[in-house]
């Protein structure tokens, strides 16, 4: 895509001819009467959707048979570009002939398709998917109102890219199982995010409630916390691995070992002991320590017990601790 | 017939620039700094070009103007350099510009505001217009420069650049101003408006593509953009384009004359006008912003229930080129910010159509501009679902923000 990125060129070049055909003649615009709804035996159902303020909405028009729910009547109107209105177009002609309930699974997939000249070549380029979103949404609403119903009862899973119909369940799955760490890569396993952009981050075409980086964001959070879980719910680390912990795992681990073996020889005594610092020294790793109690004041503090706690350090966890007393 | 009213995203080259410009490829090759003949055979036309340059804004001998690859070089060398000699080191922090700026300004500021630098952007009022007061409350103790336009490229109004001038030169701030809208179309005297540096393009005014310039005022510091060779005084490095400043000095004197600017003010202002009161005779057409003191070749109006792509698309079907407000088609598929400045009706954001004209445009081509655009818009009108009659029982998700 560099290359062509770089060359840049007019979107209208990307056109398919059926919507080139459908910009310049649509075949369904305009509107159905009562009178006409009743001649049809119908009941006429008329409805909007989209948004002037971010460019465009389309108004859809059905004759819908009493007896059989078939629509048998479809017009539109359209305030958009010319992919809106060739979208809008394709789509009041997917609905002809189908019943309320079969017009419903009509996707902005199913009319971007329609639209192609060849089945491998999409209709429009991808920053111009959005414009068939639309007409998908204006069919919901149609249906709802047929049916008295609310339209968000059509959608069974959350939505993220409209364009591409990839659910919110879809992208936390696909980043989990492939391990993905960018939207680039997002866009590549899913397509999501790869039309109209609008779902990548605030400021696209639409505002939406989430977007692909905060999903991204969460998700990897989450695989992190994921990780940690694991990696502590895992059997004791042996000596081996104690030079590859983290900082925070040694300081544990060191705890671990002082809680079960030093500690409470040392309060047999009366006396204690905090794990202070730890730090790593010409391949050492030096464990800093401040006895408490008895021990603060006890004369085998610099070497019997000192020698104790390293020698129970180093057989539980590494041979190269040191132990310094503060 | 191809009528081409987009002069404000680019002009055609006049054919006596060309013609300036075709001996410096396979004749007149030389490199401008050689010191052999070749090379200095260049220097009187790269001479005469600068004369060209100098008198065309009124610039001082003692000034400089420095040739760079465009105007979006020249604004972002202004406000890129600002930050390295005026802000890195502590003292100031401050940029004022306005919320319609050119991307080349407001994007070069988006990025300074991501590395610490405050950054006001003024709105215009009602007429589309930013008031040199707006500039003056701005104004504070660490703002290290002013950035306003000469003229908008949307709407062509003319920003009061004087009246600015002067606030910036009171209270000691640097003032730059993007005149490349206004160059050309309007007088531009660099010493009477008090600006300390001014950008331009050549292509907006019938010159070549990739070549523009930087006013800067004698005294006024300024990092370099491009370091490299002596070229320009040091200030801007890399082997002159010399048929470009050719190109770019004989357009600026054919665009700049007195004879050139009467001739647009009289002749492009009355097909303009003439093409304007054509389409507002049209129901439910409106001009954006105010209509007076705008450069004469730009007009932006709104048609109602007209999505401005679609119309564009039915335009161009029929040979006319014009431009857009509503940015559907760009990456972002925000709408221009111009567009929204104004604010008030969202709808029209994405309703507007600018016409901007040159003096090649002829009165034939405006009628038949008229015609065809009365056609698109019955066509586009017939099809909108916002100019179309609403039955009583249907149900609405539009939202009329």
């Not at chain 1, 089945?119 to 998908?136: F, G, I, L, N, R």
């Not at chain 2, 790269?46 to 105007?71: C, K, P, R, S």
């Not at chain 2, 510009?97 to 590395?115: D, G, M, Q, R």
């Not at chain 2, 640097?174 to 531009?188: E, M, N, P, R, Y």
């Amino acid at each position: 895509m560099a290359k062509a990125s770089l060359v840049g060129g007019s979107i209208w070049d990307e056109y398919s001819n059926i919507v080139v055909d459908r910009m310049n003649n649509p075949k369904h615009q305009g509107h159905i009467t009562e009178e006409e709804a009743e001649a049809m035996n119908a009941t006429l159902i008329v409805a909007d959707f989209g948004a002037e303020s971010c460019g465009d909405a389309v108004r859809l028009y059905w004759a819908v048979e009493k007896d059989t729910d078939k629509i048998v009547g479809s017009k539109f109107k359209s305030f958009g570009c010319g992919t809106a209105i060739a979208s809008s177009d394709i789509m009041t002609e997917l609905c002809m002939g189908k019943t309320v309930d079969e017009a419903v699974k009509i996707t902005n997939i199913d009319v971007e398709k329609a639209m192609r000249d060849t089945p491998d070549t999409p209709a429009v380029p991808p920053q111009k998917m959005h414009c068939s979103v639309m007409a998908y949404d204006v069919i919901k609403k149609a249906a709802a109102t047929y049916k008295g119903v609310d339209a968000e009862s059509f959608e069974e899973e959350f939505i993220i890219c409209e364009c591409a119909r990839v659910t919110q369940d879809t992208l936390i799955d696909v980043i989990k199982i492939n391990d993905l760490k960018t939207i680039e890569e997002i866009i590549d396993f899913t397509k999501a995010g790869g039309f109209c952009k609008s779902c990548i981050k605030p400021g696209g075409h639409e505002a939406k409630d989430i977007y692909l980086e905060d999903i991204l964001k969460d998700t990897r959070e989450e695989m992190e916390r994921e990780r940690l879980t694991a990696m502590a719910n895992a059997p004791k680390e042996d000596k081996a691995d104690f030079a590859s912990m983290s900082m925070v795992q040694k300081t544990r681990a060191i705890d671990a070992v002082v809680e079960e073996y030093v500690r409470p020889m040392l309060i047999m005594d009366g006396g204690d002991m905090e794990l202070v610092d730890i730090k790593e020294e010409n391949g050492n790793f030096d464990v800093y320590i401040k006895y408490l109690g008895a021990c603060s004041t006890c004369s085998t503090g610099s070497t019997g017990t000192l020698y104790a706690i390293e020698s129970t350090l180093k057989q539980n966890l590494d041979d190269r601790i040191r132990v310094i007393t503060l | 017939m191809q009528v081409y009213l987009d002069n404000n995203a680019t002009t055609k080259v006049d054919e006596k620039v060309f013609e300036e410009m075709t001996p410096f490829f396979c004749e007149m090759y030389g490199n401008p700094n050689s010191l052999h003949s070749v090379g200095s055979a260049t220097h009187p036309k790269i001479a005469e070009a600068f004369d060209y340059l100098y008198e065309g804004i009124n610039a001082d001998d003692e000034d400089d103007i420095i040739i760079t690859a465009n105007a979006t070089e020249a604004n972002n060398w202004v406000v890129k350099s600002v930050w390295l000699d005026r802000i890195l080191d502590g003292e100031k922090n401050h940029i004022i510009t306005s919320e319609v700026e050119h991307p080349a300004i407001t994007a070069a500021c988006n990025y300074l505001e991501k590395k610490g630098v405050d950054i006001t952007y003024l709105t215009v009022n009602e007429e589309g217009v930013l008031e040199a007061d707006a500039v003056a409350d701005a104004i504070r103790e660490d703002t290290a420069l002013v950035s306003v336009m000469w003229a908008n490229n949307e709407t062509g109004k003319l920003f009061p650049i004087k009246e600015i001038g002067a606030i910036c030169k009171e209270k000691g701030v640097l003032f730059h101003s993007d005149a490349t809208q206004a160059i050309g179309k309007v007088k531009v005297d660099v010493q009477d408006a008090g600006v300390d540096m001014i950008s331009f393009s050549a292509h907006k005014f019938h010159g070549p593509k990739g070549v523009g310039g930087l006013y800067i005022k004698k005294g006024v510091q300024l990092s370099p953009y491009m370091h490299g060779g002596e070229q320009m005084d040091g200030r801007r490095a890399g082997t002159l384009d010399v048929a470009s400043i050719v190109g770019m000095g004989k357009a600026m004197q054919l665009a700049t004359n007195t004879m050139a600017l009467a001739y647009e003010i009289n002749h492009v202002g009355m097909l303009r006008d003439k093409l304007e009161k054509a389409i507002l005779k049209i129901p439910d057409t409106i001009v954006i912003g105010d209509t007076k003191n705008r450069t004469p070749n730009t007009t932006l109006i709104s048609i109602k229930g007209v999505e401005g792509e679609a119309m564009l698309w039915d335009l161009n079907k029929n040979g006319i080129s014009a431009s857009t407000g509503s940015a559907c088609a760009s990456e972002d598929l925000e709408a221009n910010p111009v567009m929204n400045a104004f604010g008030s009706d969202s709808e029209l954001a994405h309703t507007g159509i600018r016409f901007s004209l040159s003096r090649f445009n002829t009165e034939e081509q405006i009628d038949y501009a008229i015609e065809k655009i009365k056609e698109a818009v019955e066509r586009l009108r017939s099809i909108s679902s916002s100019y179309a009659y609403t039955p009583k029982n249907h149900v609405s998700e539009l939202e009329h923000n």
